[in-house]
């Protein structure tokens, strides 16, 4: 988690001046995530077509709740839509069909991997399942702390405590989680934004 947690700090955080470089940096960290993962954990994977359905509906799910979220947050809070700007600012300049691949090629599956499938997995050994939930939850949400954005802050910890819970209550239910966050990461981000 350490690791996860500097790799955050270097790719949100506005007093290092990376922004221009922040998709380059989101795609290497996701394949140290995914070399962690495989070096140090024993995950197993195995898609079929209830997965990927459970995958899909999960994401179009999540989708609808960050929509209905998106309105009630701008009856809320006055800097919300600058701040949801802000997030998909970081995308100005770029190919969306190339941001959208490796959102659904290589970052949302990293991330799903490594926090549920890894590292949700090793805590629930040593601490019990529902402690290793929040456990992961709490730290999920926590790197995303260096954006300094309330928006993208609370984002991940809707979009954790749901994969959270739901590897929770069904472990099993993993690849449908993988599919899932990265179908949720190129739609809200590129395909149907907010």
């Known amino acids: ?29 996701s394949v140290i995530l995914l070399l962690l993962t495989f070096d140090y954990g024993s995950l197993k994977l195995a898609f079929d077509w209830k997965q990927i359905g459970l995958g899909v509906a999960l994401a179009a799910v999540l989708w609808g709740i960050f929509w209905v979220g998106d309105h009630i947050s701008a009856l809320i809070f006055s800097f919300s839509d600058t701040q949801v700007g802000n997030i998909y600012a970081m995308g100005d300049g770029r190919s969306a069909g190339i941001l959208a691949a490796q959102l659904l090629i290589l970052t949302g599956p990293a ?13 629930g050994q040593r601490t019990g399942r529902f402690t290793a939930m929040l456990l992961t939850l709490a730290v999920y949400t926590l790197i995303h ?11 991940a910890l809707v979009a954790g405590a749901v994969w959270g ?27 149907f934004p907010i």
């Open 1 to 29: 988690m350490g690791i996860a947690a500097v790799l955050w700090f270097v790719m949100f955080n506005p007093w290092l001046g990376l922004n221009y470089w922040f998709w380059s940096l989101m795609a290497a960290s």
């Open 111 to 123: 991330e799903e991997m490594f926090w549920r499938g890894f590292v949700q997995e090793q805590l």
């Open 145 to 155: 702390i260096w954006s300094f954005n309330f928006m993208l802050i609370m984002a």
């Open 165 to 191: 819970l739901l590897y929770w209550l069904r472990p099993q239910w993993l690849p449908a989680l993988v599919i899932s966050h990265a179908l949720w990461d190129a739609a809200v981000f590129v395909i």
